[in-house]
């Protein structure tokens, strides 16, 4: 009964290659987010969704693209992968506070550990 | 803009004693706040929150967090340590009308035997 799961868990590729990761929610949460957590484990916001819509997109290559057919659902595409591009990656979701912006804690998968050869 | 600074990489305490993991922030109006705790391997699991109210939340695990508004600071504390307290631990911030986390470098707490 995992909340948040993200497959795969490890990702190894060469350069050049494009490569998806998929994330999914059950816990009826309007909100889905990833985040890129680099070797220093410093964390960093890239996307987020609020019920398949786009509302958050910091300033990442667009060689990174968020697909979300349904909001439980957020996919992460990446094209022609770079050596920069190593990172664990994190899917997380959270219920919509409205106007009030987010008050309400994220939930967390447990990760994509992505390795660029 | 927004960011949060947690001043100490490393935090060593001994079983038994009192632990701090210090957590200043900057926003302009109503920071929400939380700790965030992540394990070897895993995601990061949500400890406790301030939004507004009492100065002092409590969370999981025993934890504890006091809101200092003057100082600027959201300090996690727990009065007895735990072995299995050790991991890496994150202050974040966010605040009203935005749903993205600003989070911290990290502080990785090591409880001694």
């Known amino acids: 009964d995992t909340a948040v799961s993200q497959t795969p868990k490890y990702l190894v590729t060469q350069m050049g290659n494009d490569k998806s990761i998929k994330c999914e929610q059950n816990l009826g949460h309007d909100t889905m987010y990833w985040y890129k957590q680099d070797s220093k484990k410093f964390l960093k916001i890239m996307f987020s969704?609020?019920?398949?819509?786009?509302?958050i997109n910091e300033t990442v290559p667009n060689r990174f693209s968020p697909k979300s057919p349904d909001k439980a659902h957020l996919n992460l595409h990446i094209n022609s992968l770079e050596l920069g591009d190593s990172a664990v990656y994190f899917c997380a979701s959270s219920q919509e506070a409205g106007t009030l912006g987010s008050n309400q804690p994220q939930h967390f998968g447990d990760g994509t550990r992505l390795s660029i050869l | 803009a927004q960011s949060v600074a947690q001043p100490e990489d490393q935090v060593n305490v001994a079983e038994g004693n009192p632990l701090t993991v210090k957590c200043t922030y900057s926003?302009?109006?109503?920071?929400?706040l939380f700790w965030y705790v992540q394990y070897p391997n895993r995601g990061l699991q949500f400890l406790l929150k301030?939004?507004?109210?009492?100065?002092l939340v409590k969370g999981s695990y025993g934890f504890e967090a006091e809101f200092n508004k003057s100082q600027t600071s959201f300090h996690l504390k727990k009065p007895s340590a735990l072995v299995s307290d050790s991991a890496l631990y994150f202050c974040?911030?966010?605040?009203?009308?935005?749903?993205?986390?600003?989070f911290g470098t990290g502080t990785r707490l090591t409880v001694i035997p």
């Open positions: 926003v302009s109006g109503n920071p929400y």
């Open positions: 301030y939004i507004t109210g009492d100065n």
């Open positions: 974040a911030l966010t605040k009203g009308g935005a749903n993205n986390l600003f």
């Open positions: 969704y609020n019920n398949k819509e786009l509302i």
